[in-house]
């Protein structure tokens, strides 16, 4: 079993390099997500604009 890098002291580092990256991940996603307020926010912007088109479409079209 000389092939098995798990027994030989390779895991160990590579596995808290995995977690110390998943953990930087983490960080850095939870320092540049956009808060659910600006999402809200945005997303009645864009309703009123389609309300606001669909208004002057039906004016147009005289209905």
Request: glycine residues 12%; proline residues 3%.
């Amino acid at each position: 079993m000389y092939g098995n890098t798990c027994h030989s002291g390779g895991c160990g580092p590579f596995i808290m390099g995995t977690a110390a990256g998943m953990l930087a991940g983490v960080a850095v996603g939870t320092m540049i997500a956009t808060p659910s307020r600006q999402i809200k926010r945005t997303a009645h912007k864009a309703a009123r604009r389609v309300n606001e088109a669909i208004d002057h479409l039906a004016d147009a079209m005289d209905m």
